[in-house]
């Protein structure tokens, strides 16, 4: 009983967890919840879950054993991961709130409602929040592919993931079909849902490749008049 966990997360990041324990795990005996993988990759693991999971998701972990929150957010940050650091939590000592939404923390007795006005300029010019600052002062997005920590009043946050732009030298087919492969694995990794799997259309080449790679029952289109 290493902690408690609160999550978001795709069945695609936890059956790839699943299939790198060991079959002398406690796992083994597991039937296919995500919140037990979860929390015994971490047991497993600690930190390093993170480079074992697949996927998009929005996690925090509380560690009973280190008195410590463990949180992370997806790679692409697909994912929505909030957090409010406090000085006061209200019994004197220091705290923070985190959520998938803003809207979790407005209830909250000792959570400041003010207009982050800073945030304002980058919206405006952008047309979208560019930072890792919100509306609300004080409260900031964990951005994609990071983790914190949370101990004693001190929040630590790190990056786990990056790209690797390095330049591979390949004929250009050689690309296409390694590009071909990468696609057809990820829609088929997808496929994986406790509901059945449909494709959204929207007219544009990239959809139309991931339906005909995916091959599905059911494709939907919108259109506006």
């Not at 997005?141 to 790190?158: Q, R, S, V």
């Not at 296409?176 to 059945?196: F, G, T």
Request: hydrophobic share 40%.
């Amino acid at each position: 009983d290493a902690g408690h966990a609160v999550f978001q997360m795709h069945k695609v990041g936890v059956q790839a967890l699943r299939g790198r324990f060991g079959k002398t795990t406690v796992v083994d005996v597991l039937r296919g919840a995500d919140t037990e993988s979860l929390l015994h990759g971490y047991e497993e693991w600690g930190e390093a879950v993170l480079d074992r999971l697949r996927g998009m998701y929005a996690f925090v972990i509380w560690d009973k054993k280190k008195n410590k929150l463990f949180g992370a957010r997806d790679i692409f940050g697909i994912k929505p991961l909030y957090y409010y650091p406090m000085a006061d939590a209200g019994d004197g000592a220091p705290g923070v709130l985190f959520g998938s939404e803003i809207k979790s923390f407005l209830d909250y007795p000792h959570f400041h409602k003010a207009v982050n006005k800073k945030a304002l300029r980058p919206y405006m010019t952008l047309q979208y929040s560019a930072t890792e600052e919100t509306f609300f002062e004080g409260v900031y997005k964990l951005p994609p592919a990071h983790y914190f920590t949370y101990k004693d009043g001190k929040f630590e946050m790190k990056r786990y993931w990056d790209c690797d732009y390095s330049a591979v030298e390949k004929p250009f087919e050689e690309y296409v079909d390694e590009l071909d492969e990468v696609v057809h694995e990820s829609v088929e990794a997808h496929r994986i849902a406790d509901v059945k799997v449909a494709s959204f259309l929207s007219g544009g080449v990239d959809s139309s490749y991931i339906a005909a790679c995916l091959m599905p029952d059911k494709t939907f289109s919108v259109g506006f008049d």
